[in-house]
């Protein structure tokens, strides 16, 4: 049985980000097929450059006059260019953890009620992995 409990913290706005804790448990260390297969696009807003943003500005591709996304998701199916390590393998990870994008923040790998996310269980499927197993 998974022992990884997300950090949820709802903001003002009602959304809804999720943290993962460090530790041996957490299977986002070893998976990555999320941060390799859409396309993370967000409000120009959450850039460095801008007022109060932490995205780091270098790394992002322009999609329109508002809208920017992680270089390398800009069709899908492709590396963010955060992604460090090797897809399904431990020590996989984000580069910019602490501030990644609002898209990233949202994707939970369990739901409120505990239950698997099912399509991180649709992603780890495609990469070779076990399914998540249910929180407690
Ligand atoms: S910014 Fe980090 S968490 Fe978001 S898709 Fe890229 S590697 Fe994954």
């Known amino acids: 049985m998974a022992k990884s409990i997300p950090i949820r913290r709802t903001l003002d706005d009602n959304r809804v980000f999720i943290d993962m804790p ?11 097929a999320c941060c390799a297969h859409y396309r993370v696009s ?3 807003g959450e850039l460095s450059e801008g007022s109060g ?3 780091p500005a270098e790394l992002v591709s322009q999609i329109n006059a508002l ?12 590396r963010c260019i955060a ?11 984000c580069r910019i953890y602490p501030n990644r994008p609002s898209p990233c923040r949202e994707f939970a790998n369990w739901l409120e009620d505990g239950t698997p996310n099912p399509e991180c269980q ?15």
């Open 67 to 78: 809208m920017v996304c992680m270089k390398g998701t800009e069709s899908g199916h492709a």
């Open 42 to 44: 967000f409000y120009c």
């Open 22 to 32: 460090d530790g041996p448990d957490n299977p986002c260390t070893s998976c990555g």
């Open 83 to 93: 992604l460090s390590g090797t897809l399904g393998q431990p020590g996989i990870g």
């Open 122 to 136: 649709r992603l780890r499927q495609q990469i070779g992995l076990a399914p998540l197993h249910r929180l407690d």
């Open 53 to 55: 943003g932490v995205v």
